[in-house]
């Protein structure tokens, strides 16, 4: 087996008396789509937050391409490579759209302790921030505030700002929390498209999706990790079908 | 096509706010040319204008550096005076210790002010809301009783300075001309500030300032260490209002810790406010409405009294004696009135008075 890109390793956060995340170990290879699964509560924004940095797990440790990050700033993270997108809409809503992208390729081009250019007229940020936007569909939306875009192009700049990190590791929160059928289809195809190019774990609620896409599943319940494996084995797992597929079609 | 890009370029750069921008700083910095036609009309004293205009100058100054964190940062610092008093101080000692050169106490003042602020921002930033608010009006308490302290530097009473700072000759320190002087340079600073900030808000680290006030956790997910950014701007503007400090030092000629109490923090807000969060030039907008309510509302408030007063009488027949002055005495109320006139600005346009000018341009 080749070397993890991402290994997870029993990792523990607990809420109180909660235990959210729970002795929860899991390596996501270079390449692959690794799809997190589980029903609401389980626990995988919660994981999301301490891969990303901004939560500290109690116990347990992150390493990320070889090199130990569970104390690493958020901020630090997207540097070595990590970038996460947030299931709850997270974007600058007073920038334009193309702000917000240019925003992304602007962390990703090293310090902005850069006090005197223009920024906004500045095309080595802007150009970038174009291809981000037609990459998402968003590209003639780029002068419209964050705040004015519907709920689904916003979702889908989300999704934009993460990929402007240019990250080896792709962590989505549910890209198409909330979105209508149409731009589901077209987030489902920017993922295919995304598909082979960029590594990814993938929390998604949608089941044609995540069985579409993934190259991997791990079902995750209370905290804990149930199952892992491709979509047919995840598909065949009683344990899987009664803890969380159970009545839905598969 | 060339005709309708030549358009669109130009309709943005010609707007209200922009023309309003030019009219105001083209007859603050016009003031010393005018000022004596203003007192052969009679309008105003020639040397009274100019004293009160330079202090609307070095206040702006202050607000611009407030706005900078406040307005694009979102940091509301309720202990901004502080620097103020750190550049007057730093004036003022060297200049009771007979080291009277500019050149020597403008940098001295602005670098200490840097220092005290990358302290205090490194302390309090780590904090959030009203415990952001309490740890700067904290560490402001903290050096205003430190300044009340300073028995050699005349503790609660303040220190006259004897001496303006001396640019070598080149700024006149004394005689008529001085005031002229002063003016000038103090517009000088001001138009260079604006230029900075300018800038400083437009170039990259003036977009993570701004984001990070957004929204924080969204520029960490980016990649941002935004803390990092916020005290640096939070270091720029302690050190611009050190240099305000200073040539407040200079135009009173005196020093005292009422320089940095927590009021003159909140009237450094009060400008931020009124003139417009996160305008370049609100602060100076805030500056003149603010300063100048304060100057001439209670004389205003007499005149308007007076006219009811006469009003009435014409009508019900005079009062008993002393009726008019008791009257009158109501103008001494004058900062209810200061207040009522904020808070409807403030609940009427919610971007100060620059908004009022309309938002055409992007910020
Ligand atoms: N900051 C917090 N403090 C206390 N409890 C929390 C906190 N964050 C999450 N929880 C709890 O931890 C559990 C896991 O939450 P989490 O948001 O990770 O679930 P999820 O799998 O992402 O659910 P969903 O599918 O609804 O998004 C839930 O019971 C939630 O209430
Ligand atoms: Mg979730």
């Given at each position: 087996m080749?070397?993890a890109?991402?290994?997870?390793d029993?990792?523990?956060k607990?809420?109180?008396g909660l ?12 390449g692959?789509v690794?799809?997190?699964i589980?029903p609401?509560g ?6 999301i937050?301490q891969l990303?940095?901004?939560?500290k797990?109690d116990?347990?440790?992150v390493i ?5 990050i ?8 997207v ?14 809503r007073?920038f334009?759209?193309?702000?917000n ?7 990703r081009?090293?310090?902005?302790f ?6 906004r ?10 291809l981000?936007l ?5 590209a003639?939306r ?13 979702r ?7 990929l402007?990190s240019?990250?080896?590791l792709l962590?989505?929160?549910?890209p198409?929390?909330?979105?209508g059928?149409e731009?589901?289809?077209?987030m ?5 498209r995304?598909?082979g ?8 609620h949608?089941?044609?999706a ?6 991997r599943?791990?079902v995750?319940v ?6 892992t494996?491709t979509p047919?084995?995840i598909?065949a ?9 159970g009545?839905?079609e598969? | 096509?060339?005709?309708v890009t ?10 209200w ?5 030019i009219?105001?700083l ?5 003031l ?10 009679g ?7 100019l004293?009160v205009m330079?202090r609307?100058l070095?206040?702006?100054i ?7 964190i406040?307005?694009?940062?979102g940091?509301v610092s309720?202990?901004h ?11 003022g000692?060297l200049?009771?210790h007979?080291l009277?050169s500019?050149?020597v106490q403008f940098p001295?003042a602005?670098?200490?002010s ?8 490194a302390l309090?930033?780590r904090?959030r809301g009203?415990y ?13 009783f430190?300044g009340?302290?300073?028995?050699p530097?005349?503790a609660d009473d303040g220190?006259?300075i004897?001496?303006r700072s001396?640019f070598a ?6 005689g008529?001309d001085?005031?002229?002087a ?5 517009f ?5 500030v604006?230029?900075l900030?300018h800038r400083?808000?437009?170039?990259r680290f003036g977009?993570v300032l701004r984001g ?8 960490q997910?980016?990649?941002f260490?935004?803390f990092?950014?916020r005290l ?8 611009i ?8 030092a200079?135009?009173?000629?005196f020093?005292s810790?009422a ?6 923090s909140?009237d450094l807000i009060?400008m ?6 996160g305008?370049?030039?609100?602060p100076v907008?805030?500056?003149?409405a603010?300063?100048?309510?304060e100057?001439?509302?209670?004389g205003?408030l007499?005149?308007?009294l ?7 009488a014409?009508?019900i027949?005079r009062?008993p004696?002393g ?5 009158l005495r109501l103008a001494?109320?004058w900062?209810?009135?200061?207040g ?17 000018l309309?938002?055409a341009?992007?910020?």
């Open positions: 080749a070397e890109l991402l290994q997870i029993s990792l523990v607990r809420f109180g235990v959210a995340t729970d002795s929860l170990s899991l390596d996501v290879q270079p692959e690794h799809a997190l589980g609401n389980a626990g995988k924004t919660t994981l937050a990303s940095g901004f939560l797990p116990s347990g440790r990320f391409d070889r090199q130990d569970t104390g690493l700033p958020a901020a630090a993270r540097r070595l490579g990590l970038a996460r997108s947030f299931q709850i809409t997270s974007v600058l007073d334009s759209a193309l702000d992208v240019a925003l992304a390729e602007q962390a081009q090293g310090h902005s850069r006090f005197w250019r223009p920024a007229r500045d095309p080595a940020l802007r150009n970038p921030g174009m981000a037609e990459e998402v569909g968003l003639d780029a002068d419209t505030p964050a705040a004015s875009l519907s709920h689904g192009e916003q889908q700049l989300e999704v934009a700002m993460a402007g240019d990250p080896r962590l989505l929160d549910e198409m929390a909330g979105m059928p731009e589901s289809v077209s489902v195809a920017l993922l295919r995304l598909r190019k960029r590594t990814m774990l993938l929390i998604e949608d089941m044609d995540v069985f579409a896409l993934a190259d599943i791990t995750l209370y905290g804990r990790a149930i199952a494996g047919a084995e598909r797992n009683r344990e899987v079908r009664t803890a969380y597929l009545d839905t598969v | 096509m060339p005709a030549s358009l669109g370029l130009l309709r943005p750069i010609m707007t706010r922009v023309a309003v921008a009219v105001v083209a007859l603050l910095g016009l010393p040319w005018y000022a004596p036609w203003l007192e052969t009309a309008i105003i004293n020639q040397r009274f204008a004293t330079t609307v070095i206040l702006a202050a607000a611009c550096s407030l706005n900078l406040l307005g694009y940062g940091m309720f202990g005076a502080v620097y103020i008093g750190l550049g007057g101080y730093t004036v000692i200049a009771h007979g009277g500019g050149f001295l602005i670098l200490l840097a220092l005290f602020a990358l302290a205090i921002g309090s930033l904090t009203v952001f608010i309490m740890i700067t009006l904290a560490f402001a308490q903290l050096l205003y430190v009340v302290g300073l028995e530097y005349g220190l006259t004897n001496r001396d000759g080149l700024i006149p320190d004394r008529p001085k005031f002229v002063f003016y000038v340079l103090s000088a600073v001001l138009v260079l604006l230029g900030v400083l808000v437009n170039s977009m990070a006030r957004s929204n924080d956790l969204r520029m997910a980016l990649g260490p935004t990092r950014y640096a701007a939070f270091v720029i503007a302690g050190a209002c050190g240099l305000a400090g200073a040539l407040l200079n135009h009173t000629e020093i810790p320089m940095m109490h927590w009021t003159r909140g009060v931020v406010v009124l003139g417009g969060m305008s370049v030039l609100g907008y805030g500056a003149l603010f300063l100048l309510l100057e001439f509302l209670p205003l007499r005149l308007v007076g006219w009811l007063h006469d009003g009435t014409a009508v027949g009062g004696a009726a008019l002055d008791d009257w001494e109320y900062q209810i009135a200061l009522a006139i904020l808070i409807a600005v403030v609940l009427h346009a919610r971007g100060g008075i620059d908004s009022l309309g938002r341009g992007r910020g």
